[in-house]
């Protein structure tokens, strides 16, 4: 698997963005996927998680309402899109493949991992 992140970048608070994360070898189809993210100087946390089948998916309290997961099949491809966008989402948002079907939010379940890409919200 060789995931590749990408949409970050420098917004204002209130606005949005859409992370996509394409995996380049199509071998997470039956698998479920995830976003997570690190901010400085803080650990890696759970952000939004979804199901092989696109069917299930499970969000951060901090994050319920504002982000939305989705995959796209076809194009290998997980998407997180971010509304209402807050100086707290500032972070690297990473995706990442679990080893399981079902949704996970414990990053211990997460087989491969993409660079990660930088998200930062002005005030």
């Known amino acids: 698997v060789q995931l590749q992140a990408c949409g970050g970048g420098l917004v204002q608070a209130g606005a949005s963005l859409k992370l996509s994360c394409s995996d380049s070898?199509?071998?997470?189809?039956?698998?479920?996927m995830s976003w997570f993210r690190q901010a400085p100087g803080k650990e890696r946390e759970f952000v939004a998680a979804i199901d092989w089948r696109g069917g299930s998916t499970s969000y951060a309290d901090s994050v319920d309402g504002r982000f939305a997961i989705s995959r796209d099949y076809g194009k290998s491809t997980v998407y997180l899109q971010m509304n209402a966008l807050a100086p707290e989402d500032t972070a690297v948002y990473y995706c990442a493949v679990a080893r399981t079907s079902a949704v996970a939010r414990d990053a211990t379940w997460y087989r491969y991992w993409g660079q990660g890409t930088l998200v930062t919200v002005s005030s």
């Open positions: 070898r199509r071998t997470s189809s039956n698998n479920a």
